[in-house]
Every structure is written in structure tokens, then in C-alpha cells.
């Protein structure tokens, strides 16, 4: 994904937060994604937001939209452990369009 | 079935061999997708299928790869002639009707191995 771009490595202790951050350049952009990768398993939706959104709130998740900046942000509040995982940041302009992925960020959550 | 589901989860092949994927999408999903993941990279995008018709292949890196569905549901990823490069985990993904606001479920994906 040359168009969105995301940090490789995070740590955390538990029971902190997590911000995973990404950048993406397409400003034509309307839908913005996260998704999380275990090992061994598929690629799960955590969350997405429409782009005339700033912020959307789902139990733990938050994420932040700044699109002036083409920024995305999702925090992830109390990490536990069975949070560590690839965390994609994805995006798709509209209708059927495919997603385009970012590498990916691994996210570590120290007990 | 309960979810997407990819056969062979696992593939080892020559190079030069011919290989098929399969992918059983979630029954009654129109949208399906192939996607193909590197290590240590994001999935990158292969073809797009609404119903039976190729709606999107501009994924696709070159003629040796080309994908079907048929009847609308099971989809096969075939692959003539691989090479090395082609090494990677294919992944599936389903959706009711796609687009940006329905989910795509993913399968866990085929890994190719070409030795």
C-alpha cells in the first residue's frame, strides 16, 4: 500500500493506551478502515469511519479522523494482551472500489 | 458456512507448475474479493467480483493469473506457469452486496509456496 502509510512497531504495557497512527494521500478518499490480524487468522474488521466524520467512539476504540492532514488515528483504550496483534489501516473511495492496505502495524502489549 | 472459507490453506508448488485456489464465499454474498499478501506487507488488491461478471481486475500483476466465479458464489484463483514471486497468502473476502459501508469478511487465507 504506497498510499497509505502506517508505523511498523508499537509496545505497550497493559492496561495502557494504544494510538496507532496512518497517513494516507488520496483526499478523495470516503471510507477509512482499521483492521487487526492474529496470527494464523484472517484479517478482522475493528472498525471504519466515513470521511465527513472527525471521530467515532465503539467501546474501547476511538478513532480520529483529520482530513486536512490525511490523518487516521485509532486508540485503543485499557490494552490488553490479547490486543497484540497487525493492526491495517485501510482505505476505498466509494461504492465497490477495493481497499488499499497499509504494511501494517505490530502492536505488543507487555504484561 | 459460518464464515469465508479458502482450500488449500497451505500449498507448495514448483515453479513453472500450475496452481487453483478456492474460495467459498459467506452464502448469499455478492461481492467477493482476492487479495494477495506478501510478508511483512498489507494485502494488495487482485479482482473484484460482482455476482459472476469480473467487475475490477486491474489488481492483476500480469496474464499468468486469472480468477473466476462462475455462478456467482465459489470463486477459483488460478495461476499458470508460477514463479517465486508469486510465493505469498492469498486472501478471499466476501461482502452482502459491497461497497464502502458493508463489511468484508475475510477467510484465512492460502499460503502459496513456490519452491
Known amino acids: 500500500g504506497e498510499d497509505v502509510e502506517q508505523s511498523l512497531f508499537l509496545s505497550v504495557r497493559e492496561g495502557d493506551s494504544s494510538v496507532i497512527n496512518c497517513t494516507y494521500t488520496d483526499s478523495s478518499s470516503t471510507y477509512l478502515y482499521w483492521y487487526k490480524q492474529e496470527p494464523g487468522a484472517g484479517l478482522q474488521l475493528l472498525t471504519y469511519i466515513f470521511s465527513n466524520m472527525d471521530m467515532k467512539q465503539d467501546q474501547r476504540l476511538t478513532v480520529l479522523l483529520n482530513k486536512k492532514d490525511k490523518h487516521l488515528s485509532l486508540r485503543i483504550a485499557d490494552t490488553q494482551t490479547g490486543d497484540s496483534a497487525i493492526y491495517f489501516c485501510?482505505?476505498?473511495?466509494?461504492?465497490?472500489?477495493?481497499?488499499?492496505f497499509g504494511k501494517g502495524t505490530r502492536l505488543s502489549v507487555i504484561a | 458456512g459460518a464464515g469465508v472459507s479458502q482450500t488449500p490453506s497451505n500449498k507448495v508448488t514448483e515453479k513453472g507448475k500450475y496452481v487453483e485456489l478456492r474460495c467459498d464465499p459467506i452464502?448469499?454474498?455478492?461481492?467477493l474479493y482476492w487479495y494477495r499478501q506478501s510478508l511483512g506487507q498489507g494485502p494488495e488488491f487482485l479482482i473484484y467480483f460482482q455476482g459472476t461478471g469480473a467487475a475490477d481486475d486491474s489488481g492483476l500483476p500480469n496474464d499468468r493469473f486469472f480468477a473466476v466465479r462462475p455462478e456467482g458464489s465459489v470463486s477459483t484463483l488460478k495461476i499458470q506457469r508460477t514463479e517465486r514471486g508469486d510465493s505469498a497468502v492469498y486472501l478471499c473476502?466476501?461482502?452482502?452486496?459491497?461497497?464502502?459501508?458493508?463489511?468484508?469478511?475475510f477467510g484465512q487465507g492460502t499460503r502459496l509456496t513456490v519452491v
Open positions: 452464502s448469499g454474498h455478492t461481492a
Open positions: 473476502a466476501s461482502s452482502p452486496r459491497g461497497g464502502g459501508d458493508t463489511e468484508a469478511f
Open positions: 485501510a482505505e476505498a473511495f466509494s461504492g465497490n472500489t477495493p481497499l488499499v
